[in-house]
């Protein structure tokens, strides 16, 4: 059974601070996509990493995909009330029809 | 905006009474998905369509069926609703492959009594 483990499942910080989150999968990423998604309303995509080791950047965000890609992480410098909300990772299934997905990380930032 | 519209956004229904979702797009996107999403449980895949007509199933597919008449136009249907199907159900399509970018609606809350 394909897996996708993410951690923190919750997460509650300051404004201000960093933060990181994880996904890990049972096996080896083709490809991994992280969205986020807001109270209310469907997820949508931050970024899309492909190659192990590779590093993006997205304002604050760090996304980094490990060199044997079976895992990820999202950092966050110095999180803003506008960070708030539900990250999940996604990769796809084995059948290569379909994307599934973590449950994700609950994130708030207080101000 | 991806133009993924989903109806209706709010339902509440009794159990064993038939639901139909309605989810609708504006951007010919081939691949349309069918995702319910429950605490603890994260985003589980219901049914998705690759074509017209073309559809299979998901790794929670017991007591949904869905149809794909036209390129646009993506139907969940619960045959007979049960409590265990009330929860927050979202529409997805993708533009060029299977397991590329996903694009939302903003779901549909069932709440089954």
């Known amino acids: 059974t394909q897996l996708l483990e993410q951690s923190p499942q919750f997460l509650s910080i300051q404004e201000g601070e960093n933060l990181t989150v994880y996904c890990n999968s049972s096996?080896?990423?083709?490809?991994l996509q992280w969205y986020r998604q807001e109270p209310g309303e469907g997820p949508v995509l931050l970024v899309t990493?492909?190659?192990?080791?590779e590093v993006k950047k997205l304002k604050r965000l760090t996304f980094q995909f490990g060199d044997a890609r079976k895992d990820s992480s999202l950092h966050i410098t110095a999180a803003q009330p506008g960070d708030t909300g539900l990250y999940l990772c996604?990769?796809?299934?084995?059948?290569?029809?379909?994307?599934?997905f973590g449950k994700g990380t609950t994130l708030s930032v207080s101000s | 905006d991806a133009g993924i519209t989903q109806s209706p956004r709010h339902k509440v229904t009794e159990t064993g009474t038939p639901v139909t979702l309605r989810c609708h797009q504006t951007?010919?996107?081939?691949?349309m998905y069918w995702y319910r999403q429950d605490p603890g449980h994260g985003l589980r895949l219901i049914h998705y369509?690759?074509?017209?007509?073309?559809?299979d199933k998901g790794e929670v597919s017991d007591g949904y069926s869905v149809s794909r008449s036209k390129t646009e136009d993506f139907l969940l249907t619960l045959e007979s609703a049960t409590s265990s199907q009330t929860s927050v159900y979202f529409c997805?399509?993708?533009?060029?492959?299977?397991?590329?970018?996903?694009?939302f609606g903003e779901g549909s809350r069932l709440t089954v009594l």
């Open positions: 997805a399509a993708s533009r060029g492959v299977s397991t590329g970018e996903l694009f």
């Open positions: 951007e010919n996107h081939r691949y």
């Open positions: 996604a990769e796809g299934n084995q059948a290569g029809t379909a994307l599934i």
């Open positions: 990493v492909v190659t192990g080791g």
């Open positions: 369509s690759y074509g017209v007509k073309d559809t």
């Open positions: 096996s080896v990423f083709s490809s």
